[in-house]
């Protein structure tokens, strides 16, 4: 019977992580306050703040792979 090993080794192409845009759109969301500092938010989540930020910028721009519309405000 072969064993499986404790360690296996990553190569850099699929090392890459990937993310819902419902976690993105949350994680936005969550720094749109004004009582939160999006480094905490980045933090927190175990992101890099530049990338919390492009999320940020595509998602109030309406632009990138998977646009985020602006949530919808109240009459």
Known sequence: MREEPDVIEVKPSTARRR???????????QTLRPDVSMAAVAL?????TNQLAR????????????PMPLPARGS
């Open 44 to 48: 927190a989540n175990g992101l890099n």
């Open 19 to 29: 993310f819902s845009t419902t976690f993105k759109r949350e994680l936005v969301e």
């Open 55 to 66: 999320w940020r910028r595509e998602y109030l721009l309406g632009t990138g792979a998977s």
